[in-house]
């Protein structure tokens, strides 16, 4: 069982920055991939980041390649969401999940978090 808890949103104006943190539970925390995904107003949840659980292998959706960089700190068993030149369609609720699974987590995966808003105002 992981327990996986956001922080680090906020509102910020267009071309700001954010770092998202999400802080997971559990010994086996440097067993399973990460990810990061979002839901926006009226929209359905879309995939945004993973990270593998060990290594550095990584993958984005085009809409936030070159904006947004993952990255872990297994000591800390931590996961971070770096947002860069942020937009206003980056507005949303997102959300850190967990997989033991690098292909799965990108379909959804086993464990999410609560959420934390991101607002980007134009």
């Known amino acids: 069982q992981v327990q996986l808890v956001e922080s680090g949103g906020g509102l910020v104006q267009t071309g700001g920055s954010l770092r998202l943190s999400c802080a997971a539970s559990?010994?086996?925390?440097?067993?399973?991939?990460m990810g990061w995904f979002r839901q926006a107003p009226g929209k359905e949840r879309e995939f945004v980041a993973t990270?593998?659980?060990?290594?550095?292998?990584?993958y984005y959706a085009d809409s936030v390649k070159g904006r947004f960089t993952i990255s872990r700190g297994n000591a800390k068993n931590t996961v971070y969401l770096q947002l860069n030149n942020l937009k206003p369609e980056d507005t949303a609720v997102y959300y850190c999940?967990?997989?033991?699974?690098?292909?799965?987590?990108?379909?959804?995966?086993?464990?999410w978090g609560q959420g934390t808003q991101v607002t980007v105002s134009s």
């Open positions: 999940n967990a997989d033991l699974s690098f292909v799965a987590i990108m379909k959804g995966g086993s464990y």
């Open positions: 990270i593998a659980s060990i290594g550095s292998n990584t």
């Open positions: 559990g010994r086996t925390f440097s067993s399973y991939a």
